[in-house]
């Protein structure tokens, strides 16, 4: 019968008991003839824990280091699980990323699957055993251990099925993909299916639900993915390819992002050779880039607004405090007060007048946006973090989401 790979996350591992569930589950379509190769994230919030427990140490903590630290809590809850497996007598294996053959490249803490060799997880699965392996983590070409960046348990499960041609069940404390985060909007909508071009697109606005780079796997991969709650069995959501007979909406949802830094660098004098200087630096360190915004020159002076995640806030400050130094005209304006808005959809392509609408709803409710910026298939705001609340139920019904 076919392979299967299933991903259960933080939260759905959180406790011994909660992983004697997740065992049952598995254990269940064990019993009905598949193959399982298991991916598992660390037990609830260790990583976060093991990144605190670095910063105690040092503020600026070495990434190879790093690396080696928090690919820890994937460790213990793959031995535990397969504890229990075993102990339930359900013969059972977990590896670590190097064991399974991830194979990453790029700057530690943020690497990226380059290749899997599925060598001796295939073997292990003709053998009958439950192969446990650890979300999040992979081994590069020097020998050290890597991790995917924060949420790669999803991209380490995803690669998997597209090497393994199968599909790919990420289960989490969400029973689905809604049209809205129903923790920002109580009425949202779940959703049965969505297209990987939208997934993508919501997952890289800030839908939390999976991370962006396992949905682009997905999709360039064809693997189809199933998005479920790991203790309920209500129905999740299909992210798969688009369906032209589908009804094409023009908004499928909205997503928002509140981890979000916006830079205002005021007074650059202006010369293309600056501006390029300033998004070189945040470049180099690997700083992703949002939004990105400049005023017309005036007087010989422009100013530049970007946003990017909070998780790069010391990063950036200390690219900033350099670049004040070499050019001593310039302010640096930091607003952590931010929150992107997007609307996703991908009949937005042929649809018009998307924007209008919601440049319309927002004056009517006196919300003013710092920034917008379009995709093919996304419109973004960012707005004051104290609008966000109104935005979304102002936009969620207005598109019936
Ligand atoms: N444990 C890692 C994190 O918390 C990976 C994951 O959960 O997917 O980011
Ligand atoms: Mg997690």
Redesign the pocket.
């Known amino acids: 019968m076919a392979v299967i790979v299933q991903k259960y996350?933080?939260s759905s591992v959180e406790t011994i008991e909660k992983m004697r569930k997740i065992a049952e589950r598995v254990i269940l379509e064990k019993k009905r003839g598949h193959s399982l190769v298991v991916v598992v994230?660390?037990m609830g919030?260790?990583?976060?824990q093991l990144i605190q427990i670095a910063r105690s140490v040092t503020e600026n903590p070495n990434k190879r280091e790093l690396d080696m630290l928090?690919s820890t809590?994937?460790q213990v809850s793959i031995s535990l699980l397969a504890m229990i497996l075993q102990s339930a007598g359900y013969d059972s294996v977990s590896l670590t990323g190097f064991q399974a053959g991830i194979q990453t490249e790029g700057i530690h803490t943020k690497n990226r699957i380059i290749d899997i060799d599925v060598k001796r997880i295939q073997k292990y699965l003709n053998q009958g055993k439950i192969v446990i392996v650890a979300?999040?983590q992979g081994i590069n070409t020097a020998g050290d251990i890597t991790?995917?960046?924060?949420?790669?348990?999803?991209?380490?499960a995803v690669a998997l099925a597209a090497k393994l041609q199968t599909r790919c069940e990420i289960y989490t404390d969400v029973d689905g993909i809604y049209a809205v985060d129903p923790r920002i909007y109580a009425g949202a909508k779940k959703l049965d299916a969505v297209f990987y071009e939208e997934m993508m697109e919501m997952a890289s606005l800030g839908a939390k639900v999976m991370?962006p780079r396992a949905v682009e796997i997905g999709q360039k991969y064809k693997v189809p993915i199933y998005v479920a709650a790991s203790h309920k069995t209500t129905r999740g959501t299909y992210i798969k390819e688009r369906d032209e007979t589908m009804e094409q909406k023009g908004v499928t949802g909205i997503t928002v992002s509140d981890h979000v830094a916006m830079i205002t660098v005021n007074h650059v004098p202006y010369m293309v050779q600056n501006i390029a200087l300033i998004f070189e630096r945040l470049g180099r360190q690997d700083v992703n880039l949002d939004m990105i915004s400049q005023t017309p020159p005036t007087a010989g002076f422009v100013n530049l607004s970007f946003t990017a995640s909070q998780e790069d806030e010391l990063v950036i400050d200390q690219i900033m405090a350099d670049l004040e130094k070499e050019m001593p005209t310039i302010q640096v304006v930091k607003d952590l007060e931010i929150s992107k808005i997007s609307v996703v959809g991908i009949g937005m392509r042929n649809l018009s007048g998307v924007a209008a609408r919601v440049f319309k709803l927002f004056a009517n409710h006196q919300i003013e946006f710092k920034q917008v910026t379009t995709s093919e298939i996304s419109i973004s705001y960012t707005i004051s973090i104290q609008d966000q609340e109104k935005a979304v139920r102002i936009l969620a019904e207005a598109f019936d989401l």
Not at 45 to 48: A, H, L
């Open positions: 996350g933080g994230s660390a919030k260790t990583t976060n928090v809590g994937e979300g999040f991790t995917l960046g924060r949420g790669g348990s999803d991209t380490t991370e």
